[in-house]
């Protein structure tokens, strides 16, 4: 029940397209959906996050969409960039409700937009 | 630099021996983790650290000791390294603030033989 599935594990787009990843959990006790972005070399760092009462966040090209009923969550990058291939993790946490800031990670995407 | 630094950044070992991980940050956040990297497996919690002498197991503690004696450090031991501890390790902070993000450092990356 602790599990955050991830999918796909890589994804190939063109330069302008959309990418798109998705995540599903099974924990409706979790109320904090972050998505971190990792390039090659790097620690992870915080891209956007989400908390179940919005259905939707944007910032810039990035957007999260929640979908509480089916418990997804999914990443979109409008316009997507060469600089934005790197390798992406959902993750999910009961910051709010729980003790703890323990977070639970997907498996992890690796984008590769193409020139 | 403030931030979150880790060391030694590449480290061969040979199994049966003792490795040690180290984790410095300067922030004094409360929150500390320690996360291991696998393809296939994406990040999972080995420990955590509420605070100074207060630590806790993550998901897949089992070969691995912590200690936090003072806030800004939180090193990692392999009591005595197995092939399968290869990974890639990161260590996190975040502040005590319900919300607040994990900051990464750049990873360990550990080769057992």
């Known amino acids: 029940q602790q599990q955050v599935k991830q999918s796909p594990q890589s994804l190939i787009v063109q330069k302008g397209g959309i990418s798109i990843i998705n995540c599903a959990y099974e924990n409706t006790a979790f109320d904090y959906f972050p998505w971190y972005q990792q390039f090659p070399g790097k620690g992870p760092a915080l891209l956007i996050a989400?908390?179940?009462?919005?259905s939707e966040k944007k910032e810039g090209r990035f957007t999260i969409s929640f979908n509480k009923s089916a418990k997804q969550f999914s990443l979109h990058i409008m316009d997507s960039q060469p600089g934005d291939s790197a390798t992406y993790f959902c993750a999910a946490s009961q910051y709010y409700g729980g003790a703890t800031n323990k977070l639970i990670f997907g498996t992890g995407t690796l984008l590769a937009v193409q020139p | 630099d403030a931030g979150i630094t880790q060391s030694p950044r590449y480290k061969i070992t040979e199994t049966g021996r003792q490795v040690t991980l180290m984790c410095h940050q300067t922030?004094?956040?409360?929150?500390m983790f320690w996360y291991r990297q696998d393809l296939g497996h994406g990040l999972r919690l080995i420990y955590y650290?509420?605070?100074?002498?207060?630590?806790d197991k993550g998901e897949v503690p089992d070969g691995y000791v912590v200690s936090r004696s003072k806030t800004e450090n939180f090193p990692l031991t392999l009591e005595s390294a197995t092939r399968s501890q290869t990974s890639v390790y990161f260590c996190?902070?975040?502040?005590?603030?319900?919300?607040?993000?994990?900051?990464f450092g750049p990873g360990t990356r550990l080769t057992v033989t």
């Open positions: 996190a902070s975040s502040a005590v603030k319900a919300g607040d993000e994990q900051y």
């Open positions: 922030w004094s956040h409360s929150y």
């Open positions: 989400i908390r179940p009462d919005v």
């Open positions: 650290s509420a605070a100074a002498d207060i630590t």
